[in-house]
């Protein structure tokens, strides 16, 4: 037997020889060798603040309007903002430029709209053309034909109107063929134009030739978003005339104010003139000062 030393000497040996592991290549495709070769690492979990989510300002119950007497902008009389703006529109057709009137109202968001038609002393568009829902042939036709309508009818005049064949300004029907317009369900179509007619409107008549006459002359207007806005005039418009049609239209307005409720009120706020090309200008309800260089008789007619 080998001594004792020495078995412990031939273990020692065979403790401290390298271990020679077989390559991973060598026995296994490369394509399989990284799902072998298992590689962990810590989760790296980041922590941020939370985002902070806005909340929106709920609406007012009622449109916001700015303190006339605190504004940062003049308020002028009539005169004075006709010489501004007519200043805008030199060299401009005066048939082309439109005086336009924004009235804005202290009004509730979800309260009642106030929508009509005035017939103004001095008509901004005269040249109207007017169609009239009657029964064919009829001496309501003839009637209307000789008050000025362009064209009269029911089913050729609706036939017309889904064709989008529209080349009038105004529609009246009278009051015996308003069943046959609602269900000729034109609405879609004449709604977004302002033509449908409706007994609130007061173009769903039983005298079609008065209506027409009324109608040559009127304007239309309808609130939103709290202001009414609606033509007042042509640049060819005099001071007096523009004045007379404001005037009209704010009498009006006021008295349909008056009629709403005491639970949703209504009242004029500010009134502000603007032109085609001009920009808005807000009116003192003055006409003229008496140190104004300029007279209204130097802001009528062409320029």
């Known amino acids: 037997m080998a001594p004792i030393d020495r078995c412990m000497a031939?273990?020692?040996k065979l403790s401290l020889a390298p271990t020679v592991r077989p390559s991973i290549s060598s026995t296994i495709p490369r394509f399989l060798a990284p799902s072998l070769v298992q590689t962990r690492h810590a989760s790296v979990v980041k922590i941020g603040r939370k985002k902070q989510v806005k909340k929106a300002k709920p609406l007012s119950k009622d449109f916001k309007r700015h303190k006339l007497d605190k504004a940062d902008f003049p308020q002028f009389t009539l005169c004075e903002a006709l010489r501004i703006l007519r200043a805008y529109e030199v060299g401009k057709p005066p048939g082309a430029v439109k005086y336009e009137m924004h009235v804005h109202l202290k009004t509730a968001r979800n309260g009642p709209v106030i929508k009509s038609s005035i017939r103004l002393p001095n008509p901004v568009q005269s040249d109207w053309q007017i169609a009239v829902v009657c029964p064919e042939g009829s001496d309501i036709a003839n009637a209307a034909v000789a008050a000025g309508a362009k064209l009269v009818g029911e089913e050729t005049l609706f036939q017309a109107i889904r064709d989008g064949n529209i080349t009038f300004d105004r529609l009246i029907c009278h009051e015996l063929s308003e069943k046959k317009l609602q269900k000729a369900?034109?609405?879609?179509i004449l709604g977004p134009k302002g033509l449908m007619p409706s007994a609130r409107m007061k173009t769903v008549v039983k005298d079609v030739a008065k209506a027409i006459r009324d109608s040559a002359g009127s304007s239309d207007y309808r609130e939103r978003e709290g202001a009414v806005r609606m033509a007042i005039g042509q640049l060819a418009h005099s001071p007096e005339q523009l004045k007379a049609n404001i005037e009209a239209v704010m009498k009006k307005l006021r008295a349909q104010c008056a009629e709403i409720s005491e639970e949703n009120p209504k009242e004029v706020h500010e009134v502000i003139l603007s032109t085609t090309n001009g920009p808005g200008i807000s009116l003192n309800g003055k006409f003229r000062n008496?140190?104004?260089?300029?007279?209204?008789?130097?802001?009528s007619g062409p320029m």
């Open 185 to 188: 369900q034109l609405g879609k």
């Open 10 to 12: 031939s273990v020692a």
């Open 290 to 299: 008496l140190t104004e260089e300029i007279t209204p008789q130097q802001l």
